[in-house]
């Protein structure tokens, strides 16, 4: 249980492009999902909080104009980072908490982005 | 003062010997004690997972939590070379998942 998977897990595109990276739980409903940053050789940081069907809460420093994040159904969240620039290039990573006859929560395997 | 303290390392160990990695935290909220192993290049992989106080054991790895002094461990037997990796430490208050507080993350090498 608690599978959660993330599309695409490797991308790269050019400055000023936009990219979306998907997060979907595909055993359990996630009523929350989290998303998380690691930049080389560091810890993965909490950028945002979504609940299903409301808005994004960002963390301190997340520019929530740069990191869109939608959380239309119980089963998909995604992040979509606008205008990227170089150091926007890092390791995104979701998470998801919900219920399958408890509490449940997993985490998906990330996203390496590259920005030339 | 970070919520997770854990020592970044490098930590390096012959081959068989046995691997203690620790975290401290400060927040009494925490009930959920995971901890991840990272290659390079790679998402985290979660090794294991601990509610509340106590031991669990999964073959060579034994997890522990000692909620009175707010620190937990990670151990290693019969360390190989492809344990080679960082180790990364979170908690949650929630889920084994969910919103997580990570460690720095300790990178460990193993020497045949």
């Known amino acids: 249980g608690a599978v959660v998977s993330q599309h695409p897990s490797w991308v790269i595109c050019k400055s000023g492009t936009s990219v979306k990276i998907e997060c979907r739980s595909l055993?359990?409903?996630?009523?929350?999902m989290f998303w998380y940053r690691q930049f080389p050789k560091q810890s993965l940081m909490l950028m945002a909080t979504?609940?299903?069907?409301?808005?994004?809460?960002?963390e301190q420093g997340v520019e929530k104009d740069k990191f869109l994040i939608n959380h239309a159904s119980l089963t998909l969240s995604t992040l979509t980072v606008t205008s990227a620039h170089p150091e926007d290039s890092s390791f995104y990573i979701c998470?998801?908490?919900?219920?399958?006859?408890?509490?449940?929560?997993?985490f998906g395997p990330g996203t390496r982005l590259t920005v030339l | 003062q970070k919520e997770v303290e854990q020592d970044p390392g490098p930590l390096s160990v012959p081959e068989g010997a046995i691997v203690s990695l620790n975290c401290t935290y400060s927040?009494?909220?925490?009930?959920?004690f995971m901890w991840y192993r990272q290659y390079s290049r790679k998402g985290p992989e979660l090794l294991m997972y601990?509610?509340?106080?106590g031991n669990k054991e999964d073959g060579r790895f034994t997890a522990q939590v000692d909620k009175s002094s707010k620190y937990i461990s990670l151990f290693i037997r019969d360390s190989q070379p492809s344990d080679s990796a960082t180790y990364l430490c979170?908690?949650?208050?929630?889920?084994?998942?969910?919103?997580?507080?990570f460690g720095d993350g300790t990178t460990l090498t193993v020497k045949p």
């Open positions: 998470s998801a908490d919900g219920y399958a006859g408890g509490k449940i929560g997993g």
């Open positions: 055993d359990f409903q996630a009523t929350t």
């Open positions: 979504s609940n299903e069907g409301s808005k994004a809460t960002y």
């Open positions: 927040n009494s909220a925490f009930q959920y």
């Open positions: 601990t509610y509340s106080s």
């Open positions: 979170a908690m949650s208050g929630n889920t084994n998942a969910g919103k997580s507080t």
